[in-house]
């Protein structure tokens, strides 16, 4: 049964917002959690308004990662029973990851442990000055399993194997060297540049979006020689052909709007 440790909001000027809403306890992640952050990915997922997705924390913090109490009940579980939820989170990354729209992390405050891949599972991340995060697993006796592969992508090896052995606070502007981040912005300003962000968003045709995430994914970890270029050639003649593509191409040579555009003063 819902619990509203997450919300789901979907507003008609196409920006749908996944709210962690645990802020007694810094947004912390549990069963419930993991419930309904799935549910709302799917939600936004298959929503035609939502085309853009931000990802936010309620209160104080951004994700202190791993709940107090859903750690002492798993400290109990078999190896089976572990093993089972973290499947369950790591398919919740995954789902983050391979959304088919854009999305962007609005994070201020802590952000530890899963609050980090959820961070880096995004495409986009935009955080306050004040913003930090660990990866603090180890300190635990643990490892940062189901986030590694997200995190790993975003910061590399050399800096993985730093912080993540360490557990070390990395502060915002550190997050930002590293890759973890794209942007800084000042508390009173993070609304607003994510607004900024999205608004560049929705000028992207959404197939061609979801096309190039699915490029990205796939270029990033192939060689560059004859596979590859097949692969991009066949892409590229696939969204050509495609009513989105001719839409665009179109529009610009007509040197109008594309008709996925929004109308300008659309809103909530």
Known sequence: MPTDSVLTEVRNDGIATITFNRPRVHNAIDEAVIAEFKAGLGQVAADPRARVVVIAGEGESFCAGADLNWMKRSAAYTEQQNYQEAVDFAELLHLLHAMPKPTIARVHGPAYGGGVGSVAACDIAIATRSASFVFSE???????????????????????????LSAERIDAPLALSIGLLHELCEAAELDERVRQVAANLLRGGPDSIAACKRLIDRVAHMPIDAAAREYTARAIAAVRASREGKEGVGAFLEKRKPNWMPVEGSGS
Request: glycine content about 8%.
């Open 138 to 164: 180890v300190r635990l006796g643990l490892i940062p399993a189901m986030i590694s592969p997200y995190a790993i992508a975003a910061i590399g090896e050399r800096c993985a194997r730093r912080y993540m």
